[in-house]
């Protein structure tokens, strides 16, 4: 994997695209519109209208390099699209068993797409790392903040083809 590789699932793309164009097409030209109203207004140096919105502006324009720059790197992958739906790849739902015998599912997508809270976890994060390639009954050793666990692969699903 190329180091600026940035593996994303269609949906994952889908919201990096709309949040681009939201900024882009909506948020930006707003912030353009009271600029320049308030330079119009005079002095600038103490024209809060102007300088939040200045400000905003550069924090916009980065917010857009950023997202340029993550989809000029995806590679969308689909899930559904998995040839070998019997081991743990990108995409993939996965119910794990831990030492304590505590299961719980999460799902493997792009970095930019986690959400620990709703189990989805990023590709590059350890627990991922540790279960890529890993088969239901398989046992993964991972290195957590918390500390080393083993871990028992329970389950592997991925989502239905869409056609």
């Known amino acids: 994997m190329n180091d600026k590789t940035n593996y994303i699932t269609p949906q994952g793309y889908a919201a990096l695209r709309a949040e681009y164009d939201r900024l882009l097409g909506e948020e930006r030209p707003r912030i353009v519109d009271i600029v320049s109203w308030a330079a119009g207004n005079g002095d600038r140096s103490e024209n809060g209208d102007y300088l939040y919105g200045r400000k905003r502006m550069r924090e916009i324009d980065g917010q857009l390099r950023r997202l340029s720059k993550k989809m000029e ?46 189990g989805r976890i990023g590709w ?39 056609g």
């Not at 119910?95 to 970095?111: P, Q, W």
């Not at 790392?129 to 918390?146: E, I, N």
């Open 73 to 118: 790197h995806a590679r969308v992958i689909d899930p559904a699209d998995q040839p070998d739906k019997s081991r743990v790849y990108f995409g993939a739902t996965v119910t794990i068993a831990d030492e304590d015998d505590t299961c719980r599912t999460i799902t493997i997508v792009g970095n930019d797409e986690t959400d620990a809270g709703s």
């Open 124 to 162: 590059d994060a350890p627990l991922a790392r540790a279960l890529r390639g890993a088969a239901v009954g398989d046992v993964r050793r991972v290195v957590l903040p918390s500390g080393e666990k083993e871990v028992e692969i329970m389950e592997i699903g991925y989502p239905a083809c869409a």
